[in-house]
């Protein structure tokens, strides 16, 4: 069965940190680009950042650039999403997600929110 399992959301303060995680299970996570979107309120799911199967390479949204990080562990199956700087604007859910890349399978995970608030 096929899963991603994010965790590591919870209330922090602006200024402060956050490391979320995402647990892959059921497929071979070495074949996947993983990204990390986050949807606040009332807006639209958005891309927060990307990288490619082998960590080679990473993107980011111009909102986070410089105060977060991506990172992977395929051995681990896992990604995460290191989160420094944090704003109140960061307050939203967490989704992990996985494109394999070559063919069409992608995957969702069910979220963990995260909020900055004083």
């Known amino acids: 069965q096929v899963q991603l399992v994010e965790s590591g959301g919870g209330l922090v303060q602006p200024g402060g940190s956050l490391r979320l995680s995402c647990a892959a299970s059921?497929?071979?996570?070495?074949?996947?680009?993983m990204s990390w979107y986050r949807q606040a309120p009332g807006k639209e799911r958005e891309l927060v950042a990307t990288i490619t199967s082998t960590g080679g390479s990473t993107d980011y949204a111009d909102t986070v650039k410089g105060r977060f990080t991506i990172s992977r562990d395929n051995a681990k199956n896992t990604v995460y999403l290191q989160m420094n700087g944090l704003k109140s604007e960061d307050t939203a859910v967490y989704y992990c997600?996985?494109?394999?890349?070559?063919?069409?399978?992608?995957?969702w995970g069910q979220g963990t929110p995260v909020t900055v608030s004083s």
């Open positions: 997600n996985a494109q394999h890349t070559m063919w069409s399978y992608n995957y």
């Open positions: 059921g497929f071979t996570l070495s074949n996947y680009r």
